[in-house]
């Protein structure tokens, strides 16, 4: 089986530009995403660069995610123990 075209333009290292099909069907940049998802974190920490704010965000929006999972199948959210 032969790989993908942008498996190969992956291993040639040619970027490889990621999107996100919204709801409505359109494909939104990853960056425009990630800028969405950095506009509902809210607070802007001027002291951490954009990766720092990024991973925090991703970590607040997983844990809400998994709440949110974990309501509605009547488990506690948090860690395993």
């Not at 919204?22 to 660069?49: K, M, N, S, V, Y």
Request: no cysteine; proline share 6%.
């Amino acid at each position: 089986m032969s790989p993908l075209p942008a498996d190969r333009a992956r291993a040639r290292g040619a970027p490889v530009a990621l999107g996100h099909i919204l709801a409505d069907g359109t494909i939104e940049p990853h960056a425009a995403t990630e800028a969405r998802l950095l506009a509902a974190a809210g607070e802007e920490d001027l002291l951490q660069d954009r990766v720092g704010r990024l991973a925090e965000a991703y970590r607040r929006r997983t844990r809400a995610l998994l709440a949110r999972r974990a309501a509605a199948s009547g488990r506690k959210s948090g860690p395993a123990s």
